[in-house]
């Protein structure tokens, strides 16, 4: 079911199951994800998970005891308590029981956005302010073009920007404890 492009809210996640395609729905408000990403977004995103997942295997257990694990789109990321299923490019997850037959429940403890033309502004506004809300956290904001990332924290309820790293720099993530280079 082709849908337009809505910019009101009214669309649920039982309408969403029915739809053919990639669709994002924050918030009752239905977005359509294709075409899908170009290649330099799929080189940094497979650069990124690649470098996640080895930084994580030689980190071994946390989180009480958890593996964490590496997840990348497509993957449904459905946030407590709204009508909503977001599709992160990638997102880690050492709770082993947000893991799900149907994608990831509840708030990832990392959530990273590759920036682009189509999805920058609702990465850097409505993604950014719900991930806040949901208790992400972590939130990595990718620039390929400025060629930069820059690390949001959660501080008493409120994302800080907590380092802006450049190309070929190493990025401190799940507090601090998870050093990945960047580029």
Aim: contains cysteine; negative net charge; proline residues 8%.
């Amino acid at each position: 079911m082709a849908l337009p492009q809505l910019k009101q809210p009214g669309y649920t996640i039982e309408d969403w199951k029915t739809w053919e395609g990639r669709w994002e729905l924050i918030h009752g408000v239905a977005f359509d994800m294709t075409p899908g990403p170009g290649s330099a977004h799929q080189r940094q995103s497979m650069a990124l998970s690649v470098a996640l997942a080895l930084a994580l295997k030689a980190a071994g257990p946390r989180h009480g005891g958890n593996a964490c694990e590496v997840f990348a789109a497509p993957i449904d990321l459905y946030l407590p308590g709204e009508e909503s299923v977001y599709q992160p490019d990638l997102a880690v997850v050492c709770d082993p029981a947000k893991v799900v037959a149907r994608g990831l429940e509840g708030a990832p403890d990392l959530i990273v956005e590759i920036l682009s033309p189509s999805t920058a502004e609702r990465d850097r506004t409505v993604k950014r302010d719900a991930y806040e809300a949901a208790g992400v956290p972590e939130y990595l904001l990718v620039d390929p073009v400025a060629q930069v990332a820059q690390l949001l924290r959660l501080r008493s309820g409120r994302y800080r920007e907590t380092a802006r790293v450049p190309w070929g720099g190493t990025v401190a993530l799940l507090d601090g404890t998870l050093p990945v280079r960047l580029g």
